[in-house]
């Protein structure tokens, strides 16, 4: 509970707001050791010589348009990232292999590196 002070018309309020719903980035989830799930697949390496792909703004992944591993061409989109309410389409800045650094429904900040292409 988290208590402000309004002001409307010249009148202040003193109010109590209560936070509900899900938080905006959801917790890692946890996972015992005598979990027997197999053990992840490595992320892939990024490229030294790659081009990296960041976020201009923050915003939700919404989509991956082309899969890990796949070859793009120069300003061929290859995720959507929303910001308020808008779809912005992400391209590739180089011909090359995309790598993602990022999964769907991930939110990102401004300079987030979404993607390695190289």
Do not use: H, W, Y
């Amino acid at each position: 509970m988290r208590n402000f002070v309004v002001t409307v018309d010249g009148k202040s309020f003193e109010v109590s707001v209560e936070e509900v719903g899900a938080p905006s980035v959801a917790p890692a989830p946890v996972v015992s050791p005598a979990a027997s799930a197999p053990a992840p697949a490595p992320a892939p390496k990024a490229n030294s010589k790659g081009e990296k792909v960041v976020a201009p703004f923050p915003g939700l992944i919404k989509n991956l348009l082309v899969a890990e591993g796949a070859t793009v061409k120069k300003d061929q989109p290859i995720l959507i990232l929303e910001a308020m309410k808008m779809d912005n389409d992400i391209s590739a800045p180089c011909d090359g292999v995309v790598s993602f650094r990022v999964a769907k429904g991930a939110n990102v900040e401004s300079d987030a590196v979404l993607a390695v292409i190289g």
